[in-house]
């Protein structure tokens, strides 16, 4: 395994694979690992011959007071994990190098960064898909692989691809969740004893609203109100916000129909935390 | 020659030439080519194996009451020019393959796309940023080239390919001119005979301004003035602006000095013509 820091050996690197018609599999991370960065690390593994993963803490996506600075950093742990798994490359370059002082170009995915995390988050998904759009330029992988677990990310990155022509492919791979289902994060490691036990509320609440809409109800505020009933019983729990959506759009559903999304961040202390389920009704 | 319509087929090509290792060399134009376009398509097949032409009128770089409708639309007489040239590929994809029914993703490049045309063009810099990577990877040219007419579009492509890291070089050349000096451009078949006559004293003034900063001017408002009333003379011409900006950054400069560029876009009658001259005090 090799470790990169230079993005014009990266880039020379990726040159050489694009020549010998090498398939490249491209896992953008933001580091401390767990298991669901290696599910996709796995998967990279199986459907390509060079595994790339990125790690690279995107200034451009947290906001002010955001978490950019406390953000748990592991490179030493993450790189035992990535040369278990079989990965070829880790690129890991400097912030710096990234966004140079004279840096001022963005990508914005208009309609889909809006609602959800979009609303709370200015300015986070455009973040995310100028990182994107740089890293898919360096590495220029064959697949790139994300979690479900930001399903919007997944989506605003799937439509920037399209979009902009980006000759690269998406796989999207199911959430990676913890025994008591809390979704796995690296954000979890923020979380006191209490809090980590309250969070599995979190994926409680989801499997509420899968078993409401199963049974028949079409009612969103209903399922909402419902899943924030249960929420409330964890002392340290401080809903941001609970949405239903279509699956593809992420418009508002007042009417349960089609395939949706329950989306949720919940707020435990310093810590924001989100899930969510694709269902169908 | 090949005239290739589709965006997947175009796209195949370009992995194959990476694949062979083929330098492929690209010139971006909204068609209806003059000896403008066809120094950077000289240039392009000296420089590479494969020389790859678009010929796309692309609507999201004009604004409201632009001419996007009118602009002139010349495929037939492209193509000979293309084939003369020894042009391999013409690239012409319909807009609503470029731009489909749900399509939401746009390039910025915050800083460069403020000033000069900026200024009266707002969006404008937004839709060539965003088609010229759309482009980039549809084409995936090793080296992409652009005419020194549109300076500012030079800029801000170039501060985008810095940015995002894309893997192309871009060669940037100088302003084909009519033998009256006119800069070359598909808009000057829109001026009626006066017009065309009096656009003459574009690229006088800019010769004055060159004149006068060699002659030890360094008050840009003196030299602006003065250009100003050189191009009163012209009855059918309206200065929309003329403006003495560092060459770098597009910074309006009071006190000539370093390398600078001296823009104007000036109407005459419905139509809007731009010219510059880069010069050093």
């Given at each position: ?177 913890e025994?008591d289902l809390l979704a796995?994060s690296?954000?979890n490691?923020?979380l006191?004893?209490r809090q980590r036990k309250e969070a599995a509320i979190l994926p409680e ?29 964890a002392?340290d729990a ?28 919940v707020?435990f202390?310093?810590t924001?935390l989100?899930d ?6």
């Open positions: 395994m090799k470790i990169i820091k230079k993005i014009n050996e990266m880039q020379t690197m990726a040159l050489g694979f694009r020549r010998q018609g090498k398939s490249v599999g491209f896992v953008p991370t933001m580091g401390a690992l767990h298991a669901g960065h290696l599910s996709l690390i796995r998967r990279a593994r199986t459907d390509n011959d060079i595994v790339v993963v990125s790690i690279f803490i995107n200034p451009a996506q947290f906001g002010r007071g955001e978490d950019y600075k406390r953000y748990p950093r592991k490179l030493r742990q993450d790189y035992q994990l990535c040369k278990k798994a079989g990965v070829d490359f880790i690129f890991c370059p400097s912030p710096s190098s990234m966004y140079t002082q004279d840096y001022q170009t963005y990508v914005e995915v208009v309609r889909l960064s809006g609602p959800l995390c979009g609303r709370f988050r200015p300015g986070h998904f455009r973040g995310v898909a100028t990182v994107v759009a740089k890293l898919f330029h360096i590495v220029e992988p064959t697949i790139a692989y994300f979690g479900l677990k930001d399903a919007q990310q997944a989506l605003v990155v799937d439509r920037m691809m399209q979009d902009l022509n980006f000759p690269v492919r998406i796989k999207v791979l199911p959430i990676a969740r025994k796995m690296s954000r490691a923020y006191n004893a609440a989801l499997l509420l609203a899968y078993k409401l809409v199963k049974q028949g109800e079409r009612n969103a505020s209903v399922v909402i109100r419902k899943m924030r009933g249960l929420i409330r019983r002392k401080k809903v941001q916000y609970i949405s239903i959506v279509d699956a593809k759009k992420l418009k508002q559903q007042k009417k349960i129909k089609g395939r949706i999304l329950v989306a949720l961040a707020w202390g310093k924001r989100i969510n389920m694709l269902l169908s009704a």
